[in-house]
C-alpha cells in the first residue's frame, strides 16, 4: 500500500510522513532523500540526476519516477509513504500507471491543511532559528502561490478519485499526527 503526503511548505509533511511511518511499519520515501542516495551511490539514474542538478536545473519527472521505481519494486512489508511527491497532476497520472505495472495502489492521500499566515508564520520562525535570511514574507508567499497553482490540480485529480483526505494541520505535532494516522489507518484497512 501507498499513502501519500500533501501540504504547503511548512506544513510539516517531513515530520508526519516519518510519524505515520513508525506507526503503520511502512517505510518513508521522501524524492529529495532517493535523489541525494542515488547521487551518492553512483547509480545510473543518480549520475544522469547529477548533471541536472549541478546545472542547476529540476530534475526531470522521468528520472525521479523512475527512482521511485526501484525504490517501492524493492518490497516494502508495511508499504510506503511518499513525503511531496507527486507534485502535480502528470506526475500523479504517471505515478498512477507506474503502481498499476508494479501491482501497487495507493491508499489514501493526506492533505495537510494549514491557513497561509499560519504556514508564513512557522516558515519565517524556523528560518529565524536557523539564523537564514532568505525565507521573507515576500518569498514564503510566493512559494505558498506557487504550491497552489501546481498542487490545486493534484488535489482535484485525487479528491475525483475518491483518494483525498484532508487533515487539519494547525495544532502540536503529536495532535495533527493522531488525525493523520486515524485517517491513514483507517483508509489503509479499507483499501486491503
Known sequence: MI?????????GKGTQAKMLAEHLG???????????QAVADGTELGRKAKSFMEAGDL???????????EKLGAGSRGGWILDGYPRNRAQAESLGAMLGE????????????????????RIAGRAADEG????????????????????????DYYGGQG???AVDGVGGIEEIG???????????RTAQ
Open 178 to 188: 493522531d488525525r493523520v494516522q486515524a485517517i491513514a489507518g483507517a483508509a489503509g
Open 26 to 36: 511502512a517505510e518513508h520515501v521522501s524524492t529529495g532523500d532517493l535523489l541525494r
Open 163 to 165: 483518494l483525498l483526505k
Open 102 to 121: 508494479i501491482d501497487q495502489s495507493i491508499a489514501c492521500v493526506v492533505d495537510l491543511e494549514v491557513p497561509e499566515d499560519e504556514l508564513v508564520r
Open 59 to 69: 530534475v526531470p519527472d522521468e528520472l525521479i519516477l523512475g527512482m521511485v521505481r
Open 132 to 155: 537564514r535570511t532568505d525565507d521573507t514574507e515576500e518569498t514564503v508567499r510566493n512559494r505558498l502561490r506557487v504550491y497552489r497553482d501546481q498542487t490545486q490540480p493534484l488535489i
Open 3 to 11: 499513502w501519500i503526503l500533501l501540504g504547503p511548505p511548512g506544513a
